[in-house]
């Protein structure tokens, strides 16, 4: 059978350590908007931006210098039909070393054509990964979305 989950890839000249350090700085090069732990499997993260998207993810498991995956809990989309179409997907970061350099594979397992979001979410994979995952790794700078401003207690709990 054909997978046709969503996947990207890029190669860097980086050690497969560094690549998963910053899959797990999520909030490096997805977005500062993050609420929760980020770093080891049992971690629960939510995701947000604006009034847009938002979703909760916990990270089921993290293999040191080869991949992370991670599991949807609960996703809202305000502009699908059927907000909560992320639901239940799985989301793998595959690490490896190929000719010298490290590759990194995102896998967004049930994310298919079919989905009414897939054109944005691919769109928005395509750029968080291979844009702004990519340079966090290669600079140690992500481009990710800035997020709206945190309050004190918020704050505590990001970290």
Known sequence: MENRSFTTAFTVDRTPEQALAAILNVRGWWSEDIR??????GDIFNYRFRDIHRCTIKIKSVEPASKVVWRVVDNYFSFTEDTTEWKGTEIVFDISEKGGATEVRLT???????YECYDAC???????VNGSLKALI????????VGEPMNETEKALAV
Do not use: D, I, S
Request: net charge neutral; aromatic share 8%.
């Open 36 to 41: 929760g732990r980020t770093e080891k499997a």
């Open 108 to 114: 967004h397992v049930g994310l298919v054509p079919e």
């Open 122 to 128: 691919t769109g928005g994979w395509t750029t968080y």
């Open 138 to 145: 290669e600079t140690g700078k992500g481009n990710p979305n």
